[in-house]
């Protein structure tokens, strides 16, 4: 994606994204992946220390179990905002401002679907009809509270200047939050980009309200969407821990929040203390009985990994040869020196020195064949193996090895 870095400072002096959390909604749509209660509560109160700026708790009218969540939720979360999902239902609306009425902050998530398919066959409805009942949802939630989201679902299949039209009328009516949602994952990164900056451009008080990108990875792309987003103007990034969500999964919390730290030049910046990640990272995944794959940016058992031995030797010498990324400042403790046959002397010897051996060129010479024999039967070489190489290179080198 090419980046023009002007759009960056133009008109936009908040440099601040928001990350709005939707682990415990949209996250744990997966099948199989239902909390209850009191881990909801544990989860939450992890969200709230990681740094997250809103915490979306639960569709409250969807059961007794989650009213109750999103109640226990709103009386033990101390700085974040928590958030209850509605449909333009009253009673939707109502039942989420009975069960967020013990939050410190208080918002709700109010909307309704957008796109011409959403209209034509979930709704069975008209344009000027969705208009009419989002610019409802949002009055009627705004009687509640002052903090007001409203989703247009669909959103990236929906045409932008229709778009912008539900985006200004929404406004009128108290909305404080735009929710523009990628629902489908179909979007590309750079036609997502232009959306936000088509409705910056085309909606009258947009300079009023937050603008938040909800991107699905149904492509694999709801990282890209989600910063072409804020760098087109949207100041929330919606997202999961582990990028857990229906289907594909939603934008990973994880990766937008890194991405956005390791690119300084963009000059966007969250509140979230990165070093909890990964920590954050394994709550999650065993708490929903959801294994992350080790090959996951940021919080995979392999993202700081390193078995090739020119990869290897490269690390070694200096961390940055190939990590952009300090394992430290995502909460990993080191990078891995995983030995393959695939490994060259110098991991060898880099690892027999972490576990007590001081080899001569002889003795890595020596070890280093014996390494290869028990490399090439097993996918990796352990500590026990070197251990046992160790005792041959004594024998063979006559000498002890230190």
Do not use: W
């Not at 492509?219 to 103007?233: C, D, P």
């Amino acid at each position: 994606m090419i980046i023009n870095r002007l759009i960056f400072t133009e008109n936009m002096q908040d440099n601040k994204v928001q990350i709005f959390d939707t682990t415990l909604r949209d996250g744990e749509q997966v099948p199989g992946c239902k909390l209850d209660t009191a881990q909801k509560l544990v989860i939450s109160e992890r969200l709230d220390l990681l740094g997250v700026n809103v915490i979306e708790a639960g569709f409250p009218v969807s059961s007794p179990g989650d009213f109750n969540s999103v109640t226990q939720i709103s009386k033990i979360v101390k700085n974040a905002t928590v958030c209850g999902l509605t449909r333009a239902v009253e009673n939707d609306i109502k039942v989420a401002a009975e069960a967020l009425k013990h939050a410190k902050y208080p918002r709700i998530h109010t909307g309704i679907g957008t796109s011409d398919s959403h209209i034509k066959f979930k709704f069975n409805s008209s344009r000027e009809a969705v208009i009419e009942r989002a610019v409802k949802a949002v009055a009627y939630s705004k009687s509640f509270v002052e903090d007001v989201e409203f989703y247009a679902e669909d959103a990236g299949r929906t045409d932008n200047e229709y778009l912008a039209r539900v985006c200004e009328a929404v406004i009128k009516a108290g909305a404080t939050v735009l929710n523009i949602p990628d629902t489908t994952g179909y979007c590309l990164p750079e036609e997502y980009g232009a959306k936000m900056k088509y409705l910056r451009e085309n909606v009258k008080g947009i300079e009023n309200v937050t603008l938040s990108c909800h991107c699905h990875n149904d492509l694999g792309m709801a990282t890209a969407n989600s910063i072409a987003g804020v760098i087109n103007g949207a100041r929330q990034i919606e997202c999961t821990i582990n990028g857990i969500g229906e289907r594909a999964g939603n934008t990973a919390l994880e990766e937008v929040v890194m991405v956005l730290k390791q690119h300084p030049y963009l000059n966007l910046e969250t509140s979230v203390n990165t070093k909890l990640l990964y920590d954050t990272s394994i709550m999650v995944r065993e708490s929903m009985g959801m294994p992350v794959q080790p090959n996951k940016a940021i919080v995979g058992a392999n993202a700081f990994a390193h078995s090739s031995g020119i990869h290897q030797d490269g690390v070694i010498k200096n961390r940055e040869t190939y990590e952009i990324m300090d394992p430290e400042d995502v909460g990993v403790t080191e990078s891995a020196i995983v030995l393959t046959a695939r490994s060259g002397r110098a991991a060898l010897a880099y690892r027999s020195k972490k576990i007590g051996y001081e080899l001569t060129k002889v003795q890595l010479d020596i070890a280093y064949e014996e390494f290869l024999k028990i490399a090439d039967k097993q996918k990796e070489v352990k500590d026990d193996d070197i251990h046992a190489i160790m005792k041959l290179v004594s024998k063979d080198s006559k000498v002890a090895i230190v």
